[in-house]
């Protein structure tokens, strides 16, 4: 079984930043498709950034030029680095992982609260 864990929620005032990491136990980490979500309270849980093996990587338009994705294979690990924050921003923040080879091997972490407020 795979296992996510993320770290580096927190509060931050608007304009601020945070690092979000996740872990991904596995000895194939290289196959996976990682991603982070988020969900706000009252509303849908929503696709932030994702980045692939080869580091390709795709964004959501409320998140562009703000937020960047990053991995380390050799760490096993995926941060997001997220800078000018807004309290827009306010949610847990879960991370997803997919293998690229088998659909159904998809994993989620326990998630992690980041509230931007002053």
């Known amino acids: ?6 770290s580096g929620g927190g509060l931050v005032q608007p304009g601020g930043s945070l690092r979000l990491s996740c872990v991904v136990s ?16 009252g509303k849908q849980r929503e696709v932030v950034a994702t980045i692939g093996p080869r580091d390709n990587t795709n964004y959501a338009d409320s998140v562009k030029g703000r937020f960047t994705i990053s991995r380390d ?15 827009e921003d306010t949610a ?4 997803k992982s997919r293998n690229i080879y088998a659909a159904s091997q998809e994993y989620w972490g326990q998630g992690t609260q980041v509230t931007v407020s002053s």
């Not at 596995?26 to 309270?41: D, E, K, L, M």
């Not at 050799?74 to 000018?84: C, E, R």
């Open 92 to 95: 847990v923040y879960y991370c």
């Open 73 to 87: 294979n050799a760490k096993n690990t995926v941060y997001l680095q997220m800078n000018s924050l807004e309290p």
């Open 26 to 41: 596995t000895n194939i980490f290289s196959r996976y498709i990682v991603g982070w979500h988020r969900q706000a309270p």
């Open 1 to 6: 079984q795979v296992q996510l864990v993320e």
